[in-house]
């Protein structure tokens, strides 16, 4: 779960990490009040999910009260790369004198951790990843040491850090770790982190992306879901414990395990070049179970986009067999009845599967038809998107 930047930085401030004064504004005229409450220069910050705010315009010094009004005003319902900005952050100014990069992060390929830190901070760590490579420290981080003063000054000399920063620096590095660890978090960065005129070392932009895994280990964490801006059908699946991820296709996919999901998604792809463009519609993935329940909740979150034209179930009996999948497809038709009204191409292979053919096959259900492989199935949901778009 990727948090706000205003969640972030209250995070942070729960650590002890050092961050400015920021306040949370859903209209221009609590904006106005949040910069007389915090006095000089402020910032008003467009609060949503993704980077390049700035070139956006969704970033705005104010100098006055009036300034900071005239910012929320035109930043409130500014469309940032597909996010609408819902609210925005007063955050107090800060006379930056250099801007520094730190992140701490879970390394999956190497299952540990790996700090990224930067003297050069400011711009998108990608950018400087690619053009000034050699600026960009990488350091393993080990979970079951982490980070503490002394590997803290290590990282920040490793950055290339001037010795009179580098116990500085390193202390909030800690404290960064600290939010990293306690708060079981996939991702913790400031960008930029920076030493101000008078010398202090803020953070002044966070990001934190958390671990949904461990959700039950943090009452806390459910208070920080975006509920409003979530797209209402992956709450819905979300609801009923579905992996679904929506797409911007035609063809609905239904597959059992992330694999065969992935693999489905591409040779939908591929067919939809021969039918007009067709597109997958989403990612769902039922995992080992294919009850009717289960087929039915998947159905009806698919069935309820609009842009989908038909659906693709693609299920490798194993533990869960072709003819449990077949029955299950069969009752969710039922239970869902006359709101399942797009055609479904079903291919089922493994165990079992002849018998979950032959259900099918009995039912013959007006909106179902079965395909022997999963290219021949691609192509017909792709063709019948296509018919139906």
Known sequence: MDLFEYQARDLFESYGVPVLQGIIADTPEQAKAAAEQI???VVVKAQVKVGGRGKAGGVKVAKTPDEAFAHAQAILGLDIKGHTVQRVMVAQGADIAEEF??????????RSYLS????EGGMEIEQLAVEKPEALARVEVNPLTGINQEAGEAIARQAGFPDELVEQVAGVFVKLYDVFAG???TLVEVNPLVRTGDGQILALDGKVTLDENADFRHEGHGALEDTASEDPLEAKAKAHGLNYVKLDGQVGVIGNGAGLVMSTLDVV????ERHGGVKPANFLDIGGGASAEVMAN???VILGDPQVKSVFVNVFGGITACDAVANGIVAALGILGDAATKPLVVRLDGNNVEEGRRILAEAAH????????M???AEKAAELAAAAA
Do not use: H, I, K, Q
């Not at 990069?101 to 190497?110: E, G, I, K, P």
């Not at 990224?116 to 003297?119: D, E, G, Q, T």
């Not at 007006?366 to 492989?373: C, D, I, Q, S």
């Open 39 to 41: 006095g000089g220069v």
């Open 101 to 110: 990069y730190f992140s701490v992060l879970l390394d999956r390929a190497n």
């Open 116 to 119: 990224l830190v930067s003297v």
């Open 183 to 185: 708060e079981d978090a």
């Open 269 to 272: 792809a591929y067919a939809g």
């Open 298 to 300: 998947g159905l009806d």
């Open 366 to 373: 007006p909106l179902v038809t079965v395909a022997a492989t």
């Open 375 to 377: 290219d021949d199935a």
